[in-house]
Nanobody
Framework: HVQLVESGGGPVQAGGSLRLSCAAS?????MAWFRQTPGNPREGVAA???????TYANSVKGRFTISRDNAKKILYLQIDSLKPEDAAMYYC????????????????????WGQGTQVTVSS
């Protein structure tokens, strides 16, 4: 069972930056960040999969950067130019199997989830 622990969330002003971290108990092939607001489905924002492959939701392209340190088993999400609509609970997800690009931002593809870290944006 893969354990994931997110950190780095908190309050930030619009236009500011945050770096979220997700510490994993073991290496997994596919990892991603999702976010969710009350009453809405979980939304995939960025994924790291395969050999240095990444993908982003259109709504965050150019502002979010996903990266991973495989030696430390940590997944990062650098969030820049924060907008009020970025406020959400951010979740780290992982799966041991390879995925194709069309799958990597779909919540149902991931077996392991962290507890989430809250990002609050003030305008």
């Amino acid at each position: 069972h893969v354990q994931l622990v997110e950190s780095g969330g908190g309050p930030v002003q619009a236009g500011g930056s945050l770096r979220l971290s997700c510490a994993a108990s073991e290496y997994t092939y596919s990892m991603a960040w999702f976010r969710q607001t009350p009453g809405n489905p979980r939304e995939g924002v960025a994924a790291s999969y395969g050999i240095d492959r990444t993908t982003y939701a259109n709504s965050v392209k150019g502002r979010f950067t996903i990266s991973r340190d495989n030696a430390k088993k940590i997944l990062y999400l650098q969030i820049d130019s924060l907008k009020p609509e970025d406020a959400a609970m951010y979740y780290c997800a992982a799966d041991k199997y390879a995925m194709v690009a069309a799958q990597v931002l779909l919540p149902a593809q991931y077996e392991y989830w962290g507890q989430g870290t809250q990002v609050t944006v003030s305008s």
